[in-house]
């Protein structure tokens, strides 16, 4: 089995410290979702060596920044498994979290606490 990863750690430790983020809901062993002060929910996986998945709202402010830094962003759907549609096709802990659980999210894989919290920043006041 996986274990929580050190880089996984420090990224939850940046968006835990950070004034505008809040933890949302029961902490999952392998992500743990937050939310902003703009009211959006985002998650982040704790498992990557090299990098860690950050879950998201597919807003284009979110994209833009993450294409800026030359960071892949999937569109990533709930039920996306050919041999089975009503399979749930992604990260289970992303199923618990009832804000996200349903919806197309994008998938952006960060290496760095500070990659993270520039790809949320769009995330954390609402939209203007």
Do not use: C
């Amino acid at each position: 089995m996986t274990d929580v990863s050190e880089l996984g750690l420090d990224i939850e430790d940046a968006l835990r410290a950070h004034p505008k983020i809040r933890i949302h809901g029961a902490p999952k062993k392998y992500l743990q979702a937050y939310i902003t002060a703009g009211g959006f929910v985002f998650a982040a996986e704790r498992t990557g060596k090299s990098g860690v998945n950050l879950w998201t709202v597919p807003d284009w402010r979110v994209k833009a920044v993450a294409e800026k830094r030359g960071l892949t962003v999937d569109l990533d759907e709930p039920f996306d498994h050919l041999d089975d549609p009503t399979k749930y096709g992604r990260h289970s802990g992303i199923e618990k979290v009832n804000e996200l659980a349903y919806l197309s999210l994008f998938k952006i894989r960060v290496s760095s606490p500070a990659e993270a919290l520039e790809i949320v920043g769009p995330l954390l006041d609402r939209i203007p």
